[in-house]
């Protein structure tokens, strides 16, 4: 028996001093252009999803189907995240090819059935992925207000989205907003779902850099009010 423990406790150290070695020496690749291995990568995405399952499960989801809370959430996930999870008419961006973990879709699935988990994951982020812990700054009517809509994106094209994002009174979650994570503008390889139907940074890449036309911005306070730059 003793034996077996020193064995043990050996065979510990020696694994122990291994991964070590194998940080310390930069042996691992940290680039987002490398993916991980299959077996690692299956691992990570077992982790984060029994992570999410367990946090997520007592959550109590309100009634989805309000319009207003749709078109609250219309307005920020335009501001806040099409950069990343696109919207209908908008293929990819240089942000959804670029990132690793890539970004899912969700022009395309939506809250994939779970709007408890997409409730959390908004809120709380998600370590080494990208995604922002926007519950930082968004109170949780807000975030409930894009899970909303998230349920009803699915649905749309690219008219109906452009509507409904209109019909929003835009980028606004009660205090804390900046124009520093309006990414409605994000740098795309297509054509941006706007009433323009122009390509961003279209001519920036092909020499023919035109001036941005002026555009109206409103300012939410946490106090209802708001004011026009």
């Avoid at 299956?42 to 999410?52: G, K, N, T, W």
Wanted: proline content about 6%; some cysteine.
């Amino acid at each position: 028996m003793k034996t077996t423990i020193k064995i043990l406790a050996l065979t510990g150290v020696v694994l122990a001093v291994a991964g070590a070695g194998a940080v310390y020496s930069g042996a691992f690749n940290v680039a987002a252009d490398a993916p991980h291995a299959q077996p690692i990568e299956r691992l990570l995405e077992l982790a984060r999803e029994r992570s999410i399952a367990v946090r997520s499960r007592d959550i109590e989801v309100p009634d989805l189907d309000d319009e207003a809370l749709i078109r609250s959430g219309a307005g920020n996930y335009q501001a806040m995240c099409i950069g990343c999870h696109l919207a209908p008419g908008l293929p990819s961006t240089e942000l959804s090819e670029s990132l690793y973990p890539a970004p899912p879709n969700l022009a395309e699935l939506g809250h994939g059935g779970d709007p408890a988990r997409a409730f959390w994951i908004i809120r709380h982020g998600i370590k080494a992925s990208g995604m922002p812990a926007w519950g930082r700054s968004m109170g949780d009517p807000y975030i409930w207000g894009m899970v909303a809509f998230l349920e009803r994106l699915p649905q749309l094209d690219a008219g109906e989205y452009r509507a409904l994002v209109a019909s929003s009174e835009g980028h606004q979650h009660g205090g804390g907003e900046s124009d520093m994570h309006d990414h409605s503008n994000q740098h795309s390889s297509h054509a941006a779902p706007d009433d323009a139907g122009a390509s961003h940074h279209g001519g920036e890449h092909h020499g023919e850099a035109k001036a941005a036309p002026a555009e109206t911005k409103v300012h939410h306070h946490a106090d209802g009010s708001r004011h026009v730059h």
